[in-house]
């Protein structure tokens, strides 16, 4: 078998300059998720709108994340019908996931879905993440969990997605993995980030068998309603302070996103 995967063209000049960043953005978290070690093989999905309409960037199914590019990025509808030409389909279960969050929040620019070990371990756990460190205090005030169905196949499984996460931008999905929703790319790596991290702590805490500390209630009230001012303020999450030096890393050691 032929291990030579088909490249498209750049497509730098057939797109608008903003629909053009966007694909670089994602392409960038695309080899983001893949150089800390997050990526599934050519599993699981990151999705982007492309500014100014309803439709959504997404991965080419079969390339693994470190060899996605800005042009290989596939454009689609919410009914998922290809919009450019590409030798690639998408994931189906992605389109399920993606469609229904992009279909029901306006505000949502990047939704990010990872199935990584301390995830998993956790959204396997009954009371799901614990307060347990400083990351857990951004992820639990906007934290929402959708019951593992199976493979998102079925597309009557988007309304129930769409309850489930309602406003929030954090989700964990039992026996399955961790999803982000920002208004941004770079927002959406940073909260996957600290979603990530968070449960990474909570495994190895765990893992120690010493008795846990739990952050006090009144500080997680606190910290939600502060943070949950964050979210809505027009910075957001703050991704846009480290995504230049993480673009700075992802150039000294996977460069070529931007083609």
């Avoid at 959406?188 to 120690?208: D, H, K, N, P």
């Amino acid at each position: 078998m032929n291990a030579q995967m088909p490249f498209p063209s750049p497509l730098e000049n057939q797109v608008s300059a903003a629909e053009w960043q966007a694909r670089v953005d994602l392409a960038a978290c695309y080899r983001l998720i893949a150089l800390y070690g997050w990526d599934d093989l050519i599993f699981t999905h990151i999705s982007a709108k492309v500014p100014g309409t309803e439709d959504f960037l997404i991965n080419p199914y079969g390339l693994m994340f470190h060899e996605i590019t800005a042009s290989s990025l596939v454009k689609v509808d919410l009914e998922g019908r290809k919009l450019m030409d590409s030798p690639y389909e998408i994931n189906p279960a992605g389109y399920t996931i993606h469609s229904a969050v992009h279909e029901a929040r306006p505000d949502v620019g990047c939704v990010l879905h990872i199935h990584t070990a301390a995830g998993i371990a956790v959204s396997a756990q009954k009371q799901g993440l614990l307060p347990l460190s400083q990351q857990s205090l951004f992820v639990l005030a906007s934290l929402a969990y959708h019951g593992y169905e199976g493979v998102a196949l079925h597309h009557e499984e988007k309304a129930r997605l769409q309850r489930d996460l309602g406003e929030k931008n954090f989700m964990i999905l039992p026996n399955h993995g961790l999803l982000t929703a920002a208004g941004s790319i770079a927002d959406a790596f940073l909260m996957m980030f600290t979603l990530q991290r968070a449960c990474e702590i909570q495994v190895l805490a765990q893992g120690s068998g010493a008795e846990l500390i739990h952050i006090p209630q009144q500080v997680l009230d606190g910290a939600k309603a502060m943070i949950a001012g964050v979210m809505r303020s027009p910075q957001g999450m703050g991704g846009a302070l480290p995504w230049p030096a993480l673009l700075r890393k992802l150039d000294a050691q996977n460069p070529g996103y931007a083609a």
